[in-house]
């Protein structure tokens, strides 16, 4: 609710839509997890033997989940007042970041938009695993077309496939003569 506030007021030119995509870079498991790494929670987390023996401290679902826990503390032992300034303290920095991102706000949806728009076809993620089911490591690449671009490596099938998407995007940026909002490069 902060960070949707935060956002409203800040940039109340920018559409819904834009402004969902602005929400979404800040206020998701892996935004969360480094805010959590940024702070160092993983060192206070109580784990099982299991999690910790597979690195559950630095696991960004793990990270994520308990700040939003420890955010929820703050709330419930302090108000909205205190968990406001909270929030702030750990999410303007990533609101910065955010708002000049660009495609960067969510690669997957920047390619397939970039994709549709120049007439290439709908992307399709080639998605490897590798590694045991508990430390399992995943790649991706972007079928677009007949070729494939960009390369993505994640603990998840989704953190893959962005990676793969952003540096997808870039490929085909490039070699279309754009920037990475999608604009002739040089232009504004």
Known sequence: MVVTETLYLAHPDLSEGR?????AAVVNARALAGVARGI????????????????????ASILSDTLEAVIGAVHLSG?????AEVVH??????????SGLGAGLDWKT??????????????EYVIEDDGPDHMKTFTAQVRVGDHLY????GRSKKEA?????????????????LDLHGRPAGGS
């Open 40 to 59: 160092g929670l993983g060192a206070h987390i109580k784990l099982g033997r299991g999690e910790e023996a597979t690195g559950g401290r630095d696991k």
């Open 89 to 98: 303290r750990l999410f303007d920095p990533l609101l910065d970041v955010a």
């Open 161 to 177: 496939e962005q990676g793969a998407a952003e540096t997808a995007y870039g490929e085909i940026a490039a070699a279309l003569g």
């Open 79 to 83: 108000g909205i007042e205190v968990s």
């Open 110 to 123: 920047s390619l397939q938009e970039l994709s549709a728009d120049q007439g290439l076809g709908v992307p």
């Open 19 to 23: 402004l969902a995509k602005l929400r």
């Open 150 to 153: 960009g390369n993505g490596k």
